[in-house]
């Protein structure tokens, strides 16, 4: 590929996995331990995405107990920056959610809120938060918390408010939402498109108001 083509975006997140152990043949062992030998609850997966054309492809995956350390999660991400630039893949940004774990090891790494990036034998590495998971932090935050905006607070309350006026309305303007957009557990919590439907229904209206 031309160098722009190999200018890429290392992807990394956790997936939770059903313990389970399996012989795996041709490795001659057993599959389901960590590395240092407790039953995996995790696997985290790194994938390399192209910034200027569509390629991606996964590189690498650890089992994790529970969660992966700081400090390991940190040197795992400097280890593959260096890899991939060794077969001169060039990585510009790294992309994951906000999570505990995550944001302690970026800090390890020393990006800061101001600073949101580091360096990697001199070369700088952007931080770039997970949409989808903004959608979501800001919908459960908004559900726990008012928002003050010059003078003027928005509440959950007011969403539901507005659509239990709008659902009994003969024309609706939010058609799309439901009952479980509003009145949410902790399943709809995690669905990226509830949080995304509502707040999207939420913020056309409000522009529309003030307009």
């Given at each position: 590929m031309p160098t722009c083509e190999r200018q890429c975006?290392?992807?990394?997140?956790?997936?939770s996995l059903s313990c389970l152990l399996s012989y795996d043949k041709n490795l001659d062992r057993v599959i389901g331990y960590t590395d240092d030998g407790t039953i995996a609850t995790y696997a985290l997966?790194?994938?390399?995405?192209?910034?200027?054309?569509?390629?991606?492809?996964?590189?690498?995956?650890?089992?994790t107990h529970n969660t992966v350390a700081t400090s390991m999660l940190s040197s795992l991400i400097t280890e593959c920056i260096r890899k991939l630039r060794d077969i001169a893949l060039f990585t510009r940004c790294i992309v994951c959610d906000q999570g505990a774990t995550n944001v302690a090891a970026i800090s390890i790494l020393g990006a800061t809120a101001s600073s949101p990036h580091f360096s990697v034998d001199g070369c700088l590495v952007h931080i770039v938060c997970d949409v989808p998971h903004l959608l979501k932090s800001?919908?459960?935050?908004?559900?726990?918390?008012?928002?003050?905006?010059?003078?003027?607070?928005?509440s959950w309350k007011h969403i539901d408010?507005?659509?239990?006026?709008?659902?009994?309305?003969?024309?609706?303007?939010?058609?799309?939402?439901?009952?479980?957009h509003v009145e949410i557990n902790n399943v709809q919590k995690m669905r990226v498109s509830l949080a995304a439907q509502v707040l999207s229904c939420w913020f056309r209206n409000a522009c529309h108001d003030s307009i």
């Open positions: 975006v290392l992807v990394f997140d956790e997936m997966v790194f994938m390399v995405r192209g910034l200027k054309t569509k390629w991606k492809q996964a590189v690498s995956f650890f089992f800001i919908q459960n935050k908004f559900l726990k918390y008012d928002i003050q905006i010059e003078g003027s607070v928005a408010h507005f659509y239990q006026q709008d659902k009994v309305s003969p024309i609706r303007l939010v058609p799309r939402l439901t009952d479980r």
